[in-house]
């Protein structure tokens, strides 16, 4: 098992930025890819940023260029910094690691809240 564990969330004015972390503890080793994924108020959750072990980045399109994920292998950690926030970044934001046999964790999530 994995346990995770995010911090970070707020509200925040549009244009601003917030910067969430997310720690993971258990069966560490297992983990080979960690990331976030968000969910907006009646649509579905989504991919937005991931990282794998070896350092392999992917960034839905609509953050390109605002946020920035990274991950520090030695401290379990996987961060999301993100600028220029706007309404439509409104979510419950989680962070996801996904083990052997594509086995996914989840946090309980954070809320981010933008006001226009």
């Known amino acids: 098992q994995v346990q995770l564990v995010e911090s970070g969330g707020g509200l925040v004015q549009a244009g601003g930025s917030l910067r969430l972390s997310c720690v993971a503890s258990?069966?560490?080793?297992?983990?080979?890819?960690m990331g976030w994924y968000r969910q907006a108020p009646g649509k579905q959750r989504e991919l937005v940023a991931t990282i794998t072990t070896g350092g392999m980045i992917n960034y839905v399109d609509s953050v390109k260029g605002r946020f920035t994920i990274s991950r520090d292998n030695a401290k379990n950690t996987v961060d999301l910094q993100m600028n220029s926030l706007n309404y439509e970044d409104t979510a419950v934001y989680y962070c996801?690691?996904?083990?052997?046999?594509?086995?996914?964790?989840w946090g309980q999530g954070t809320q981010v809240t933008v006001s226009s």
């Open positions: 996801n690691a996904m083990g052997t046999w594509s086995r996914e964790y």
């Open positions: 258990g069966r560490i080793a297992s983990i080979v890819r």
